[in-house]
């Protein structure tokens, strides 16, 4: 018999909102963490546990019950004051960690740390320390815990403490910056980071970089030992470090893509598409999705072959990202900016070369999905990226692919995509035209090779390759 | 008998003019570099092979002979055009690699590389490739070649193609960044970089932390084998990755802060001084050395230590560096605007907190670290930094060394100094307190600990070091 599972992860997969008719009504919420994880959603023993984020998830959690969502999932949900869910969530999670793993602070000028960081690093451990408690109070069952990213990487140790034979797995969504990087950190933060994670069975990566990375960090820690096999031992505890890269649910995009809805939305991207080719990107409004070298890229493209120009339309659907952030809504506003320039100087009267479209909606991105030529995924940095399994799995164009090979993904898709380093405008622009001008041969060579990578990987089996692993680290106890 | 030397370096150890008489004089050249080798100075057997600077060196390079200097060192110099000096040294030297290795972009915005990138990188392999082909033509001596520093990487696998049983050192003076950070350099140039070292029999570094980042960074490179024992083989060539920190050579500086001139100059410090407490700083104007956050932590200090306002002055004696670089020029101009800022802010009529001598003089920076009462060495990363080492050595009132945990310096004066993360202004804040509040007993401990430290390795030793290795990894041929 299986072990039940329960799941810790800062959003969860469900929100409650009061309805019309004065009851707590869930709404699936949208993410690659949730997607990753959609193979819990069916396990009638699974308990998922995130921190309250609606009134109505407040409210639940005032009442201390598990949730009903719709699925066999039960959820539950941790209350944290607002001042503290601030100092954890943007001031160290976001605004700290998000931008050590994805290398993104301009060194010279920041971070720069002070009271503002400690006071946000206390609110972070309190966070963290809610969290296992509300795990360790599960720890009856004898579950197999899934802490999820970079939100909750104290988590594994504090739970240890509290159930020390507890068996824990905890999984980071996004890359692992490297060790000299991660010297940005205080040196209690980047210790305390690296000792949570340790108290872990088994600590999981997108991909074997992001591996690598932990290892050698986990090198530079007082009491924490690298042992052969990628393990790392501290105090009476080994955790195992390997990368089990997530996957997409294939069955649940096709259906929202089979959704009339879905085929009305597709309409309207068809007719603002006309009969020109297509170029699409969908992400976060965030510096690590390298928004605006893809613009650059695609002007420089567009300079290059002047053929192209009145034939080719860019469309960018971005999802605004952390507005409570600084450094994200200038970063947003430089990209509106030059689409704004690149249109002016490019653009005719009948034909607009770029169309930002700033708006939530994960509907209308699996309607655009279908008709791209060339999608392109250009992040600086990421663990994964999700956009670049979905796009050819919906995708009825044979639409190329152009990759970064500093995401995650690259490892799965770089054979049939065409691999660019993202800070190179040039490689960009000339992916960008090779995705355009492709023969069709190889255009369908390569979009059905992406598919079938796609389609070889389920959320089901990613849970159930890290619950092997975990079967192997730590077996389940006899007693059950 | 020992083999001779050939070293090679960006820039030698003198540069030569046209004096009255119309005879070529030379000049000795100062930076970390030249003092790290200033153990080959008097060796009759050394040749010095540098790019040529000045009208005399390019004179001197026509004439296609080895100049004299005064030592017993001969200096030869190698002509190369401006246009391709340009590409070479700010294109890609300073402006990418200087840039990767300190991790100083700002990730969301630069670099972008295009056209300009591709040019300089020629320029680059064709610089690289002069200084192989001069190096091979003296290999009928069979010297041992000591190849320096990150302007020259390609040199030891070009000269490896053209001498197969050369013997050839190269070692870095900076960082070597992660493997991660290197990927945002195109894909050719960090393979033709890591592909170049690798054919070296000795790659030496500043600390054992840049060498473990070089060996992951190798280990994604197709063709090159991580071995056992920090060895990597690329072809036929297995090369030794190892640390060797560099020293100062202590008689030389104490000889220079024992001359009247610099006498003099001590004279001037002590009057701008009076009665209060100093703090001294000496770097070149280089993001990479933190001066704005040394300026903000002083701030903060002088706020939260009120009692020492009027009491103490911060001396930032800061050479001017790479003023080609946009980068560099805005974060000069900052670092004025900043210490302006605090000085109007928390100045009052007869003391002004920070002031900063923007100039080239080596000697009033020895006649400065007589006089400190604490010395600030902040940088964000840096290879080695040999002002944390030059400083304790002359210093006359047992100050105290702030030091950057990110510099390479940390590792041999890390006990005796007070530690700090470069980013973290509270810390650094209070480590300027604690240095200047320091009892008498353990301010004196530590200054001798620090002196003993930086007496205890010379230039001389740190070449034998590295030659005996070379002797370990490729003996000298019998039949010399």
Chains 1, 2 share one sequence.
Not at 143 to 165: A, F, H, I, S, T
Not at 276 to 287: K, N, T, Y
Request: glycine share 8%; aromatic share 8%.
């Amino acid at each position: 018999m299986e072990s039940p599972l329960v799941v810790a992860s800062n959003r969860g997969p469900f929100n409650f909102d009061r309805g019309r008719d004065g009851k707590l009504a869930a709404r699936r919420g949208s993410g690659g963490l949730v997607t990753a994880l959609s193979g819990v959603f069916e396990r009638d023993d699974a308990i998922w546990i995130s921190a309250a984020m609606t009134d109505g998830d407040r409210e639940a959690a005032a009442r201390g019950r598990s949730m009903k969502s719709g699925t066999a999932l039960k959820t539950r949900f941790i209350l944290i004051e607002p001042d503290r869910y601030d100092g954890y969530y943007n001031g160290v999670a976001n605004g700290m960690l998000w931008f050590a793993h994805h290398f993104l602070w301009d060194i010279a000028r920041s971070p720069t740390f002070g009271d503002a960081t400690e006071k946000a690093w206390d609110d972070f451990v309190e966070v963290n320390r809610a969290f296992a408690i509300a795990l360790a109070e599960l720890g009856d069952i004898q579950p197999v815990y899934l802490v999820q990213d970079y939100q909750l990487p104290l988590v594994p140790g504090m739970l240890r403490e509290l159930r020390p034979d507890a068996r824990i797995v905890h999984f980071s969504h996004t890359p692992f910056t490297g060790a000299t990087y991660l010297r940005v950190l205080p040196a209690p933060v980047r210790d305390a980071i690296l000792k949570g994670l340790a108290g872990a069975d088994l600590i999981g990566f997108q991909a074997r970089a992001w591996v690598e990375n932990f290892l050698l960090s986990a090198r530079g820690v007082a009491g924490i030992r690298v042992l052969r096999g990628g393990r790392v031992s501290y105090g009476d505890q080994i955790a195992v470090v390997r990368a089990f890269p997530v996957a997409i649910d294939a069955r649940a995009i096709r259906d929202t893509a089979a959704e009339p809805e879905t085929g009305q939305m597709r309409g309207e991207v068809r007719a603002w598409k006309g009969n020109e080719a297509m170029l699409l990107r969908v992400d976060r409004l965030d510096p690590s999705k390298n928004i605006l070298r893809g613009f650059l890229a695609y002007e420089l493209f567009l300079q290059r072959n002047p053929s192209w120009r009145g034939g080719v339309k860019f469309l960018a659907l971005s999802t605004p990202s952390r507005e409570e952030l600084p450094a994200y809504r200038t970063y947003a506003e430089d990209c509106l900016t030059e689409a704004a320039r690149i249109n002016a100087e490019l653009g005719e009267e009948d034909w607009i070369p770029i169309t930002v479209r700033v708006q939530e909606d994960y509907r209308y991105a699996v309607a655009a999905y279908d008709l791209y030529d060339v999608l392109l995924v250009n992040p600086t940095y990421d663990g994964m990226n999700l956009v670049a399994m979905e796009g050819p799995l919906v995708n009825r164009r044979r639409g190329a692919l152009v990759l970064s090979r500093n995401a995650g993904a690259f490892a799965r898709l770089g054979r049939q995509a065409l691999g660019v380093n993202p800070f190179d405008l040039n490689e960009t622009a000339a992916a960008i035209r090779d995705g355009l001008e492709m023969s069709p041969e190889e255009r369908t060579r390569r979009a059905r090779g992406l598919q079938r990578s796609a389609l070889a990987h389920s959320p089901s089996g990613w849970i159930a390759a890290q619950l092997r692993a975990m079967d192997e680290v730590r077996p389940p106890r006899r007693s059950r």
